[in-house]
């Protein structure tokens, strides 16, 4: 497993190397006097850490993790030098992507590491801690604390890169002699967005909150209030940066000479936009639009104006995504899962003016008890409580329930029933043992993920393991094969046609998953290499789950290609399609660049991240499209997204409501340095 400071900044899969990984019985046995922590959620536990020193001075970590079907074994053995920083490091064990084998060595003056994507050397002449790619959480919990014992909290990183670490906010957790005060502070240099991390009054590693959380053993139930505790705090600086970087037009604001992307559907050149007070007032041709005189006037000549992009799946993480999403022209997402709490919460802030983000649609991910119980999942343990859930998502201002792989497939039709009678939209995974037809049967107005929707096609055994590894080794292994115009797919793509079922395909994911080896450069993330954090552009490099040993890469790539052509089907046959990435909404125009390889124009691709959403949530009555009486969320980007779709990658001015933002400033807050580079 990567560092978690970053697997939850990018929201993406486990690595590993081609190597044979560590057996798990091979692996080191926490000695008695170790620290013991529990990986928790507020669905359950997750898995178990521990960390020690052993009497020679080796810091040793161990860690297995059960996460969603995906099994995560490994350990670390690390000694430090005079300095008191890495000098030598193993990491060994298994990830669902294979080896996760990792070794870091300081000697006469070099430095040298092989990680599961890469290798590397640096001459070592002052002091730098190396970051490691992967293994257990020791390894995170060791840097932070030599981080607050730097002087001025500032540490030089290896392969590159510098962390920082401010304190942000105090908590007292446990009850009697268990009580104890813990100090937050906010890390910066290992994410492209600050981190928060507890530790205890002597500057030691306490725990880490970020969607899954790490606790010490007899702490667990402090979750929820370290989670509230730094939510709070970070909330503060969320609030300043407002009116910072979202500006009120002091009147109307024209758009002039520039390409459109109008009425939901095509591109116009030689156009002009006028917005006021937050409203499209005309939309035509320059030479037959009259500007206002007192308009702010922004000359497009030689760039377009679409709508506000929007991530149909997009888990939003924190405050700090905010920004960055903006400034990736994502004016709006459905959220389809996540944090209650926090997702009522940004809500309310947002609405009040605290908070900057693009407008959220969110749905209530409701799942089963299980070992593969989702993270941040909603808990029903009975068909009555599922309908409660979904009472309570009505009343709590969510647009949608998403129900998940756990969830027991007899429940689904009285839940969805349920769901539509408060006006709720349904989707998700399929639950185990479950088809896309029998969902769609019981109540599914959408399935989630292109790799569900061909579940159709898979064998029973398959299907039964669809909640854990299953979903993904299935179609790896048969869809390569699949004959989309003979059943049983044909039947189903002229059922999600004629009945009007959603696809949120997330082919960023599926590629992913099945197309890269280590070392390659993921094409979702290449036009933002140099813009972000070392440590996080070495996970561009990550390759797809590990293969099996029956199969080749070839033979996954030839599936992908297949899941890819399903889409292209499905949008042929008629099938609503939504762009969305699962991810962090830097894959979102990779997304679009994969449908139109499917045979999309760029058009139909865009209308997918745009209009297509917008009716999905109910929302394109007013907004969604460049059209006059819509509301004004709109993107100005350098260059013609008609002819090259990755162009909507280079934005220059963000309007949401009406209000105007500036590209690049947002990709500042955002911990984008730069803007993408363009394609060669």
């Not at 009697?176 to 002597?202: I, R």
């Amino acid at each position: 497993m990567r560092a978690p400071f970053v697997v939850f900044a990018l929201c993406l899969a486990l690595p590993c190397l081609a190597d044979t990984p560590a057996s798990t019985e091979s692996l080191a046995t926490p000695s008695a006097q170790a620290q013991r922590f529990s990986i928790v959620s507020t669905a359950g536990k997750h898995g178990t850490s521990a960390r020690w020193v052993t009497a020679d001075g080796t810091h040793m970590g161990r860690e297995s993790i059960l996460l969603r079907g995906m099994v995560t074994e490994v350990d670390s053995s690390a000694t430090v030098g005079s300095d008191g920083l890495l000098q030598r490091l193993v990491v060994r064990g298994h990830t669902p992507n294979g080896d996760a084998g990792e070794t870091f060595t300081v000697k006469d003056g070099t430095a040298q590491w092989k990680s599961p994507v890469d290798a590397g050397s640096a001459p070592y002449r002052t002091p730098a801690e190396y970051v490691a790619f992967g293994g257990p959480f020791d390894l995170n919990a060791e840097l932070v604390e030599k981080l607050l014992a730097a002087p001025d909290k500032m540490l030089a990183l290896l392969p590159g890169g510098k962390a920082r670490a401010e304190k942000l906010t105090d908590a007292t957790v446990g009850d009697g002699a268990k009580k104890k005060q813990v100090t937050a502070y906010s890390v910066t240099g290992l994410s492209n967005t600050p981190v928060p991390v507890w530790v205890d009054a002597s500057g030691h590693f306490f725990g880490f909150v970020n969607g899954l959380a790490w606790l010490p053993e007899g702490y667990e139930s402090a979750l929820p209030v370290l989670e509230k505790a730094q939510a709070d705090a970070l909330a503060q600086h969320a609030k300043a940066i407002v009116p910072q970087l979202l500006k009120t037009p002091a009147g109307p604001v024209a758009f002039t000479n520039v390409r459109a992307f109008v009425d939901g559907s095509r591109f116009a050149d030689g156009q002009t936009v006028v917005v006021e007070k937050g409203v499209i007032t005309a939309v035509g041709d320059t030479a037959s639009i009259t500007v206002p005189k007192n308009a702010q006037v922004i000359d497009g000549k030689g760039k377009t104006l679409v709508p506000g992009l929007w991530d149909s799946h997009q888990h939003v993480s924190d405050d700090a995504s905010g920004p960055m999403l903006l400034s990736l022209g994502i004016t709006s997402v459905r959220d389809p899962g996540n944090i209650n709490e926090q997702t009522i919460s940004r809500a309310q802030r947002r609405a009040k003016g605290e908070l900057l983000g693009p407008h959220v649609y969110p749905s209530m991910l409701i799942d089963g008890k299980g070992p593969n119980t989702a993270q941040v999942a909603t808990v029903a343990t009975s068909q009555a409580e599922a309908i409660k859930l979904a009472d309570k998502a009505k009343a709590d201002g969510f647009t949608a329930i998403k129900l998940y792989g756990t969830f027991n497939p007899d429940w689904v039709k009285a839940t969805a029933a349920e769901a539509h009678k408060q006006g709720l939209h349904v989707h998700g995974h399929l639950p185990a043992g479950m088809r896309p037809k029998e969902a769609i049967d019981d109540g599914y107005d959408e399935i989630t993920h292109i790799y569900f929707v061909m579940m159709q096609a898979m064998p029973d055994d398959v299907v039964k393991a669809s909640n854990g590894m299953g979903r993904f080794e299935g179609p790896g292994r048969y869809a390569r094969n699949v004959d989309l115009d003979k059943e049983p797919m044909k039947s189903l793509i002229a059922t999600m046609a004629q009945k009007h079922i959603t696809s949120d395909p997330t082919l960023v994911i599926a590629e992913s998953l099945y197309v890269p080896e280590n070392g390659d450069l993921s094409p979702s993330y290449a036009p933002f290499v140099g813009a972000l954090p070392p440590a996080v552009e070495r996970g561009f490099r990550q390759g797809g789950f590990t293969v099996p040993k029956d199969l080749t890469r070839a033979d996954y790539r030839a599936s992908f290609a297949k899941l890819q052509a399903l889409v292209g089907a499905m949008h042929k046959a008629g099938v609503p399609i939504v762009a969305g990435t699962d991810g962090t909404g830097l894959e979102l125009v990779r997304e679009l660049e994969l449908y139109v390889q499917a045979g999309f124009t760029n058009a139909e691709a865009l209308a997918s991240a745009t209009i297509a959403t917008a009716h999905l949530v109910g929302a394109d009555a007013h907004t969604g499209s460049i059209q006059k009486g819509k509301n004004a969320d709109l993107v100005l980007v350098d260059g013609n997204p008609s002819v090259n779709i990755g162009d909507l990658r280079h934005t220059e001015m963000v309007m949401m409501d009406g209000k105007l933002m500036d590209a690049s400033a947002l990709r500042t807050e955002g911990g984008i340095s730069k803007r993408p580079a363009w394609e060669e």
